[in-house]
T-cell receptor, first 113, second 113 residues
Framework: DGGITQSPKYLFRKEGQNVTLSCEQNLNHDAMYWYRQDPGQGLRLIYYSQIVNDFQKGDIAEGYSVSREKKESFPLTVTSAQKNPTAFYLC????????????FGDGTRLSIL | QKEVEQNSGPLSVPEGAIASLNCTYSDRGSQSFFWYRQYSGKSPELIMFIYSNGDKEDGRFTAQLNKASQYVSLLIRDSQPSDSATYLCAVNIPMEYGNKLVFGAGTILRVKS
């Protein structure tokens, strides 16, 4: 089945803990993105990657880290430095051209214990 | 000024009516524009994209773009209760490394049967 798979669907973080959100795609898309959505707000870009082994900070990268070791995978780590991590996290992908629309995974909802 | 602005709503329309959703953007260099639908608790789903001035129709949906006035709109004809959702306007902004999709906060649409 083709698509974008995010896991887990729900995640709880303890104080001082790092947690990693998974995003895998089998669409052969070059570009991958991580967004954060807070209630009543639009999506804000955390990190993005256009090619393997390269990624760029988005608008709200502080307290987050990513890696892009494989084309299919773009995991996001929410570190203990992110003091307000409770949000809906969305991974998106698209072909590496400017006009192509982004498509989203089902999201991970992260809460603090 | 926010990069992408939408009226938060809610916009209430009766079943069968036309729903009109509007969006303005600030970056005159933007070249591609997207409308996403997001049901409560779910991830955004692409419903329309438009690149050129004028209208683009797809079934019951029509996207309208006016680059001179920097607005993009979405018309939904014959609105159905299942159209009740939050509609996100997104504008593609070229960057040094790839492109960035900037989202509005969304307009809540309620279709009453």
């Amino acid at each position: 089945d083709g698509g974008i798979t995010q896991s887990p669907k729900y995640l709880f973080r303890k104080e001082g803990q790092n947690v990693t959100l998974s995003c895998e795609q089998n669409l052969n898309h070059d570009a991958m993105y991580w967004y954060r959505q807070d209630p009543g707000q639009g999506l804000r870009l955390i990190y993005y990657s256009q090619i393997v082994n390269d990624f760029q900070k988005g608008d709200i990268a502080e307290g987050y880290s990513v890696s892009r070791e494989k084309k299919e995978s773009f995991p996001l780590t929410v570190t203990s430095a992110q003091k307000n991590p409770t949000a809906f996290y969305l991974c998106a992908t698209n072909l590496r051209t400017l006009d192509q629309p982004q498509h989203f995974g089902d999201g991970t909802r992260l809460s603090i214990l | 000024q926010k990069e992408v602005e939408q009226n938060s709503g809610p916009l209430s329309v009766p079943e069968g009516a036309i729903a009109s959703l509007n969006c303005t953007y600030s970056d005159r260099g933007s070249q591609s524009f997207f409308w996403y639908r997001q049901y409560s608790g779910k991830s955004p789903e692409l419903i329309m994209f438009i690149y050129s001035n004028g209208d683009k129709e797809d079934g019951r949906f029509t996207a309208q773009l006016n680059k001179a006035s920097q607005y993009v709109s979405l018309l939904i004809r014959d609105s159905q209760p299942s159209d009740s959702a939050t509609y996100l306007c997104a504008v593609n902004i070229p960057m040094e490394y790839g492109n960035k999709l900037v989202f509005g906060a969304g307009t809540i649409l309620r279709v009453k049967s």
